[in-house]
């Protein structure tokens, strides 16, 4: 028989342990069936495991103690099914508890099916979606297969399987007002072999956040790694690591250094003249369409990466003429959904870089660009921004005008996500406070000088 065959007669018969979700004795299971291990390892693709899966747990939360299992269990951020697989209900592995369960109602074992997939699909995960303004959860919930098309920017449908073998639709664009579990291929948890090479796993932490990974980061990453006893933003199970994407992109803040060349006032006075201290994001505000493109209903988290280029940065850190523009290292603003859905202002408090002097002119003026991440990349593409910004102020009562440098600077992204646009920062402008408000239309961002 086709490994693909195989699959369809084991995917039929997942269909048929869904119609008796509500039983729980043996008397109530429909008639035995039989099929050979070889077919649990035949599938196709991720949608079609996601699937299987979200059928056998929906059925299995007939059984009340596997639904207090799944509650209990499943953080809001989520867990790989390989490691939900080497917990334990009742004292046995998940998958020898779903095993003796089914025999019982003299059905095919599922426990190959359950750890073929999951190492298969390292990165599928199961989350907890836990509906605004509900208090508490209910005994039994529903469970949404998530497939990849689903992750889409545009407009997608999915069915909602209820434990009571009833469905009901869902979209990737309005949030539903129940709670629910999520299966889908999750790339909020990156999955690599606990054996890797250093220099390989630096490579794959380059790769997995498309940007490029200080030493320091790396090296601190490397020693979670390698010491067992190092459990943040790290699980593991077996010959497998898994790092929440998350605290990987914090992490990345501590890249770049914060140092500037030496200070040049403003011939204007200005706030940043009372202080050299960092540059910072104090809140931003999302445009709710445009966070829904990136940050769907169903991630705890949303992650924005913040481009910084100088428009006329005449050395760099060493003290090397390299002209201009100058890009800093990426800064990632993280924070839950819910606390920026629905065009809530988010207070990150996110530092940046110190100003870069123009000698014997002004401040240099510089340009934020932001990148809603999505969890799920595309394929890479990149954006242009021009640079000719213009400062306007007055000098002993009469207007100045002064041009920069007029360039082009490209930065990349990928195609699921969504470049939010930018906008410049000027040396005069208001720091104090909350400083000033800049706004692309997509996102407006408040920037101020450190105390």
């Known amino acids: 028989m086709k490994k693909q065959t195989q699959f369809f007669i084991w995917l039929s018969i997942v269909l048929m342990i869904s119609s008796f979700s509500s039983c729980m004795h043996p008397i109530d299971a429909p008639e035995k069936l039989m099929l050979e291990e070889s077919a649990y390892v035949s599938y196709q693709n991720s949608d079609q495991a996601i699937l299987a899966v979200s059928q056998l747990f929906s059925s299995l939360q007939a059984v009340s103690s596997f639904s207090d299992f799944l509650i209990e269990s499943i953080p809001e951020e989520g867990i790989p099914l390989k490691v939900l697989c080497h917990m334990e209900i009742e004292g046995e592995f998940v998958p020898d508890w779903i095993d003796e369960k089914l025999k019982a109602w003299e059905m095919v074992e599922a426990k190959g099916v359950l750890l073929a997939i999951s190492s298969a699909y390292p990165n599928l995960s199961i989350s907890l979606f836990h509906a605004e303004g509900k208090t508490g959860l209910p005994h039994r919930l529903p469970i949404a297969p998530i497939p990849s098309h689903f992750q889409q920017q545009e407009y997608v449908e999915v069915q909602l399987l209820h434990t009571d073998g009833s469905r009901t639709t869902l979209n990737n664009e309005e949030e539903p007002n129940q709670s629910m579990l999520v299966i889908e291929n999750n790339s909020s948890w990156f999955s690599i072999p606990i054996d890797i090479e250093q220099d390989a796993f630096t490579e794959f932490l380059s790769s997995t956040t498309d940007v490029d990974i200080c030493e320091e980061v790396a090296s601190t990453w490397w020693k979670k790694l390698s010491d067992p006893s190092q459990h943040g933003g790290m699980l593991r199970s077996e010959n497998m690591v898994w790092i929440y994407r998350t605290d990987l992109l914090e992490s990345l803040n501590s890249c770049g250094s914060a140092h500037s060349v030496d200070e040049n006032p403003s011939f204007v006075p200005s706030d940043r003249d009372t202080r050299e201290k960092r540059e910072q994001i104090v809140k ?11 940050c769907k209903w169903w991630k705890r988290d949303c992650s924005i990466e913040v481009k910084t280029d100088f428009a006329n940065k005449t050395v760099d850190n060493a003290g090397n003429d390299i002209g201009s523009p100058v890009s800093e290292p990426s800064k990632f603003i993280n924070g839950r959904r819910r606390d920026m859905k629905n065009g809530k202002i988010f207070r990150c408090n996110q530092d940046m870089f110190q100003w870069r002097y123009l000698q014997g002119v002004h401040g240099d003026p510089y340009v934020y660009n932001f990148i809603g991440r999505h969890h799920n990349p595309g394929q ?37 996500d969504a470049h939010l646009g930018g906008d410049w920062v000027y040396y005069e402008d208001d720091a104090n406070g909350d400083g000033s408000m800049y706004t692309t239309g997509s996102i407006s961002f ?4 450190k105390e």
């Open 446 to 449: 408040w920037v101020k000088e």
């Open 284 to 294: 931003v505000q999302v445009s709710p369409s445009e966070l829904s493109k990136f």
């Open 380 to 416: 890479t593409t990149k954006f242009s921004f021009n640079f000719k910004p213009e400062a306007e102020f007055k000098l002993l009562g009469i207007p100045v005008n002064l041009s920069v440098l007029s360039t082009k600077i490209d930065h990349s992204f990928t195609t699921a």
